[in-house]
């Protein structure tokens, strides 16, 4: 029986894989262990059978009919690893040869491990030369990241997952908890019906939470900003707002009172269809309990207004102090298990470790001093949007893909085969086959969770171990293993010198790279892992006790900034094709593909 966490989504849970004959044949969950004690979802008990099905990629493949255009079906051959990582090698280091770096973009993967994020962008950034590293967080929390980090400087989930048991009070909204976080929704039903916590459900669906509810606000799609404004207006006209906490740790307080004025909850009735007393009944519940959560998921975020949702929200926890406590916070319920880890490990264009900045002389020059390179790119480099706007116009030439599908995930898909179609070399390294391998022209057969070792961070920050448990499925290898590989070959054929680093013998030698250079993570070891289960960061030394919750004395902005809204939703109205009723199917809700 081995430990490991669980591959499908951002609660992490603690599994005991059970191994015959090179098949996990049983899933339990351990009672002692966080964050799940005891429980599992039907994802994690019964779904991890994938890592033995006869269609994993087995070998790598090279295609062969690269005289035709890229939209033909593909021929592919099989190939030795030598064979297909030299011909990676060759063909990046001819595109950075004769475009730069800049022309290559990379994409990280949020079920990879923490290790093999982290060498894909010291790939990126020190063998590359470019800051194009990007993944999934930008398209599913994309809302969610830009307000948390407008407004107070970090878009991490602030509370852990164990205060959801012992809540007071808690608004849950755009998410249906039950489907996408079963185990979480476990721990907030107990907090209803165990500690008579009072639950306030704001969301057009009849989600399961809805019968746990004290008061369920069902407003219009789209109308969430004129909500949430209005339970902000009805805050300051009752003066029911936390005048200690703003003066001390927030600005902007007049100007967004004053923008408050027209938002009444006889307005918001009037846009969103709830009554203006329930309005009022859910902003003096929030406000006037001693500790007052709020947790969202997709239906804030994927939205056109996902960014003035998220202020909304912050904006109206700010005014009432419900923030940098236990039982308090900014809680987006992260969807695929690592997203968390993947952009705490660098997979952002503009930040490494820990969200250090890229364009900070001083962080940039200590990565360089670990990677022995004189210096490394100091602008931020595109997101993946953008490079798919790249792949377009021309600028964009190569695309390395780590477990990611774009053609899957991105917003617009025509618009983004078309863009692939453009490129000049793809490389895809996966699993199981999938659309965007479908275009490319090499693809490196890696390992599943199961097969490999390494870290996972869950939604509320805990790193967690993952543990080999079976052998690679046919030549399969751990991205860590094929990353390693292919950067040596890579530095060899650029003509640069050998970077500190790429020969690891156990993912733990890269988790000790990341310790030092991340000040946030330095108190984490693998043997203190082993030890406690799982560690919070920022954990600054290996004395420190973790951070189960974040921003009790202050903000990474410094203050709390409160943002005025404009309230319009006329850019995503319901209509015919899209009812409000319509229930998206994204990687985040029921569409995760494990790995
Ligand atoms: Fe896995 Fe999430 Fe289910 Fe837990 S709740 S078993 S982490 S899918």
């Given at each position: 029986?081995v430990r490991s966490?669980?591959?499908?989504c951002?609660v992490g849970c603690?599994i005991?894989?059970?191994i015959?004959?090179?098949v996990?044949?049983?899933?339990s969950?351990?009672?002692?262990a966080a964050p799940?004690?005891?429980?599992?979802?039907?994802?994690?008990?019964?779904?991890t059978?994938y890592?033995?099905?006869?269609?994993?990629l087995?070998?790598?493949?090279i295609r062969?009919n690269?005289?035709e255009?890229?939209?033909?079906?593909a021929v592919?051959r099989e190939?030795?690893w030598d064979?297909?990582?030299d011909?990676v090698?060759d063909?990046?280091?001819g595109?950075?040869?004769?475009?730069?770096g800049?022309?290559i973009?990379?994409?990280?993967?949020?079920?990879a491990?923490n290790?093999?994020?982290y060498?894909?962008?010291?790939l990126?950034?020190?063998?590359?030369?470019?800051?194009n590293?990007?993944?999934c967080?930008?398209?599913?929390?994309a809302?969610s990241?830009?307000?948390?980090?407008l407004?107070?400087?970090?878009s991490?989930m602030?509370?852990?997952?164990?205060?959801m048991?012992?809540?007071?009070?808690f608004i849950v909204t755009?998410s249906?908890?039950t489907?996408?976080?079963?185990?979480?929704?476990?721990?907030l039903?107990?907090a209803?019906r165990q500690n008579?916590?009072?639950?306030v459900?704001?969301?057009?669906r009849?989600?399961?939470?809805?019968?746990?509810?004290?008061?369920?606000?069902?407003?219009?799609s789209?109308?969430?900003?004129?909500v949430?404004?209005a339970?902000?207006?009805v805050?300051?006209k009752?003066g029911l707002?936390?005048?200690?906490?703003?003066?001390?740790?927030?600005?902007g307080f007049s100007?967004y009172v004053?923008s408050l004025?027209?938002s009444?909850?006889?307005?918001a009735?009037?846009?969103?269809?709830?009554?203006?007393?329930d309005?009022r009944?859910?902003a003096?519940?929030?406000?006037?309990?001693?500790?007052a959560?709020v947790?969202?998921g997709?239906?804030?975020?994927?939205?056109?207004?996902g960014t003035d949702?998220?202020?909304a929200?912050?904006?109206?926890?700010?005014l009432?102090?419900?923030?940098?406590r236990?039982?308090t916070?900014l809680?987006p319920?992260?969807?695929?298990?690592?997203?968390?880890g993947?952009?705490d490990s660098?997979?952002?264009?503009n930040?490494?470790?820990?969200?250090q900045?890229?364009?900070?002389?001083?962080?940039?020059a200590s990565?360089?001093?670990?990677?022995?390179?004189?210096s490394?790119?100091?602008?931020p480099g595109?997101?993946?949007?953008e490079l798919v706007?790249?792949?377009?116009?021309?600028?964009?030439?190569?695309?390395y893909v780590?477990?990611?599908?774009?053609?899957?995930?991105?917003?617009?898909?025509?618009?983004a085969?078309?863009a692939l179609e453009?490129?000049?070399?793809?490389v895809?390294?996966d699993?199981?086959?999938n659309?965007?391998?479908?275009?490319?022209d090499?693809?490196l057969p890696?390992?599943?969770?199961?097969e490999k070792?390494?870290t996972?961070?869950?939604s509320?920050r805990?790193?967690?171990r993952?543990r080999r448990?079976?052998?690679?499925g046919?030549q399969?290898?751990?991205?860590?293993?094929?990353?390693s590989?292919?950067?040596?070959?890579?530095?060899?054929?650029?003509g640069?010198?050998?970077?500190a680093g790429w020969?690891?013998h156990?993912?733990?030698?890269?988790?000790?790279?990341?310790?030092?250079?991340?000040?946030?993570?330095r108190?984490i070891?693998?043997?203190?892992?082993?030890?406690e289960g799982?560690v919070?960061?920022?954990?600054?030394?290996?004395?420190?006790?973790?951070?189960?919750?974040?921003?009790?004395d202050?903000?990474?902005?410094?203050?709390?900034?409160?943002?005025t809204l404009?309230?319009?939703?006329?850019s995503?109205?319901?209509?015919?094709?899209?009812?409000?009723s319509?229930r998206?199917?994204g990687?985040?809700?029921?569409?995760?593909?494990?790995?």
């Amino acid at each position: 029986m081995v430990r490991s966490t669980c591959p499908y989504c951002g609660v992490g849970c603690q599994i005991n894989l059970h191994i015959k004959d090179e098949v996990i044949y049983r899933v339990s969950a351990p009672f002692e262990a966080a964050p799940n004690y005891g429980m599992l979802c039907v994802k994690g008990r019964f779904g991890t059978d994938y890592t033995t099905h006869p269609a994993r990629l087995r070998s790598p493949l090279i295609r062969v009919n690269t005289n035709e255009p890229r939209s033909a079906k593909a021929v592919w051959r099989e190939a030795s690893w030598d064979e297909a990582l030299d011909l990676v090698a060759d063909r990046l280091a001819g595109i950075v040869r004769e475009h730069g770096g800049d022309s290559i973009a990379t994409f990280a993967c949020a079920k990879a491990t923490n290790e093999e994020n982290y060498l894909l962008q010291k790939l990126t950034r020190a063998v590359l030369g470019t800051n194009n590293v990007d993944h999934c967080s930008r398209l599913c929390h994309a809302g969610s990241v830009a307000g948390l980090q407008l407004a107070i400087g970090s878009s991490a989930m602030s509370n852990s997952i164990a205060e959801m048991e012992h809540l007071e009070t808690f608004i849950v909204t755009g998410s249906n908890t039950t489907e996408t976080h079963p185990v979480i929704s476990n721990f907030l039903k107990r907090a209803v019906r165990q500690n008579g916590a009072k639950l306030v459900v704001i969301d057009p669906r009849k989600v399961e939470m809805t019968d746990f509810a004290t008061l369920w606000l069902r407003q219009r799609s789209g109308t969430d900003v004129a909500v949430w404004q209005a339970m902000a207006h009805v805050v300051v006209k009752e003066g029911l707002y936390n005048k200690a906490f703003i003066e001390a740790r927030t600005e902007g307080f007049s100007d967004y009172v004053e923008s408050l004025e027209s938002s009444t909850p006889e307005w918001a009735e009037e846009v969103s269809g709830v009554p203006a007393e329930d309005i009022r009944r859910a902003a003096r519940m929030y406000a006037t309990s001693e500790a007052a959560a709020v947790y969202w998921g997709m239906g804030i975020s994927q939205s056109t207004h996902g960014t003035d949702n998220t202020l909304a929200i912050t904006n109206l926890a700010l005014l009432c102090g419900q923030v940098g406590r236990p039982g308090t916070g900014l809680n987006p319920l992260r969807g695929q298990n690592n997203v968390q880890g993947c952009s705490d490990s660098g997979g952002l264009p503009n930040v490494y470790t820990a969200y250090q900045r890229v364009d900070d002389d001083d962080i940039r020059a200590s990565f360089a001093r670990e990677w022995a390179r004189p210096s490394l790119p100091p602008s931020p480099g595109l997101t993946v949007t953008e490079l798919v706007d790249g792949a377009l116009s021309g600028a964009i030439k190569a695309f390395y893909v780590m477990g990611e599908d774009p053609l899957t995930s991105e917003p617009n898909l025509a618009h983004a085969r078309h863009a692939l179609e453009e490129l000049e070399f793809i490389v895809c390294q996966d699993i199981f086959m999938n659309s965007t391998l479908e275009l490319a022209d090499v693809i490196l057969p890696s390992c599943s969770f199961a097969e490999k070792d390494g870290t996972f961070t869950n939604s509320d920050r805990w790193v967690q171990r993952v543990r080999r448990a079976i052998q690679p499925g046919g030549q399969s290898r751990p991205d860590w293993v094929i990353i390693s590989d292919l950067a040596l070959r890579l530095e060899d054929r650029l003509g640069l010198t050998p970077s500190a680093g790429w020969e690891y013998h156990h993912p733990g030698d890269i988790w000790e790279e990341m310790r030092r250079v991340t000040p946030d993570f330095r108190g984490i070891t693998y043997d203190r892992i082993d030890r406690e289960g799982g560690v919070h960061w920022p954990c600054p030394d290996i004395d420190h006790p973790g951070t189960p919750y974040l921003f009790s004395d202050d903000f990474p902005r410094g203050r709390g900034k409160f943002w005025t809204l404009e309230y319009g939703t006329e850019s995503e109205q319901p209509d015919e094709e899209y009812p409000s009723s319509y229930r998206p199917v994204g990687c985040c809700t029921i569409g995760m593909a494990a790995r």
